[in-house]
Every structure is written in C-alpha cells, then in structure tokens.
C-alpha cells in the first residue's frame, strides 16, 4: 500500500524566505506524485505533479518539487515566500494498484507568511 | 465551466439524523470521489465511483452510502449522522479516457458538516 508522510504540520517563514515544504513517501511500484494547495475556505487545487518524465518539476506560482528516488522523497521548494503563499499543502501518491486510480494524501503542511 | 460543486456549503445535523451531499461535475469526467478532510490526517476516501451506475468503498466508508445514477452526479448519504462525522466533505472528478494514472483530480470547494 502507498503511503504520504509530510514532515512538519506547520511552517513558518519570513516573506521572501526559502520555502521547503517536506514529503517522503512508501510504495511499492515507481510512484506518481502530486503536490495540492488548499487555500482558506476553499478547494484544493493542483500545484504540480511528477509524472516519472523528469525530476525537477516546476508547477504554478514560482513553486517546484524534485524527486529523489533514492531517498523516496518529493520536496516542495520556492525560492522567495509571498503573503499570498499563505495556505495548507498537501503531498498525495497515486495508487496505480487500484481501478480507481486513487490519490493518498499526506497530513498536510500548513505554510505561514510572515511580513 | 463550473467545473465540481458541491451542495450544500454548511450543515448541521444532531445525531441520528440523515442527509444527502450532491456533488456535480460538468466536465463529462468518468471518475468521481468522496474525500473527507480532518486535520492533520488529510483528505481520506470515502467512495469513488469509475463510471456511471458503479461505485465502490474506499478507505473510509462505513456509515456512509453513494450513488452514482447519472455520470455528472455523485451522491454521498448518511443514513444515521454520528458526531464522528462532522468534518468537511470534499467531492472530486478526474478524467480517464486517456488511462492515465497522473490525470488531475478536480476538486470541488467543500460542505463544512458539523453533528452534535
């Protein structure tokens, strides 16, 4: 079975700071993996996803994500923080076991913007 | 396109009582999804359904039932709501005509359930 293990429920940076939001998963084929932001009161929506034809992968709104086999992890990245970024991330692998091609999802990692 | 919506936004239910979330897609999408959102455990799958008239359990599903009569609609009920249920409700669709397993999952905005 898969599993999505997001280190850390709340970060907090300074606007114009690294962000690095951590994701490491389990699974037991070569995965699929997406990252979704949820801002408040809203939906989630797509930020960029890995779909094995490269291992940088840049998604919307500045952020990027490389996976690193070697360490089963998939790292969310963007190099300046803005207010804006404020909202909660989440990491998800697909299940390519199941006919309904699910996602699991990982606990979340809240992102705080300071000024 | 109004791409996944949800009805209603908010509900509040005593315990025992019954409902029924809809869910509507109008991207002609086969897949659909019942996540329930609690904190720090993430989204956790209800029911999915792969097509029109099937559907299926997913991680989650005991005190819940689905039911997918039409292809745009995904219907999630609770028969007898427990205060374990009250978390927010999030519907999703995806497309799979190109059998793909990296197609996007759309997300609806939510139905905040709240059971005392």
């Known amino acids: 079975a898969q599993s999505v293990t997001q280190l850390g429920s709340h970060v907090s940076v300074s606007e114009g700071a690294l962000v690095l939001l951590r994701c490491n998963y389990s699974?037991?084929?070569?995965?699929?993996l997406f990252w979704y932001v949820q801002y408040p009161n809203q939906g989630l929506q797509l930020l960029l996803k890995?779909?094995?034809?490269?291992?940088l992968v840049k998604g919307i709104n500045g952020f990027e994500a490389e996976f690193k086999k070697s360490e089963t992890s998939f790292h969310l990245t963007k190099p300046s923080a803005h207010m804006s970024d404020a909202a909660e991330y989440f990491c998800?692998?697909?299940?390519?076991?199941?006919?309904?091609?699910?996602?699991?999802f990982g606990g979340g990692t809240r992102l705080m913007v300071k000024p | 396109n109004a791409g996944v919506t949800q009805t209603p936004k908010f509900r509040v239910l005593k315990t025992g009582q019954s409902m029924t979330l809809l869910c509507a897609q109008d991207m002609n999408h086969e897949y659909m999804y019942w996540y329930r959102q609690d904190p720090g455990m993430g989204l956790r799958l209800i029911h999915y359904?792969?097509?029109?008239?099937?559907?299926a359990k997913g991680e989650v599903p005991d005190g819940y039932n689905v039911s997918r009569l039409k292809k745009q609609n995904f219907l999630l009920g609770l028969e007898s709501a427990a205060p374990s249920q009250t978390s927010v409700y999030f519907c999703a669709s995806r497309d799979s005509t190109s059998g793909r397993f990296t197609d996007t999952q759309y997300f609806g905005p939510g139905t905040r359930l709240t059971v005392l």
């Open positions: 359904s792969v097509g029109e008239g099937t559907t």
């Open positions: 890995y779909t094995s034809a490269a291992t």
């Open positions: 998800a692998v697909s299940d390519r076991g199941n006919a309904g091609n699910m996602l699991t």
């Open positions: 699974s037991s084929v070569p995965p699929y």
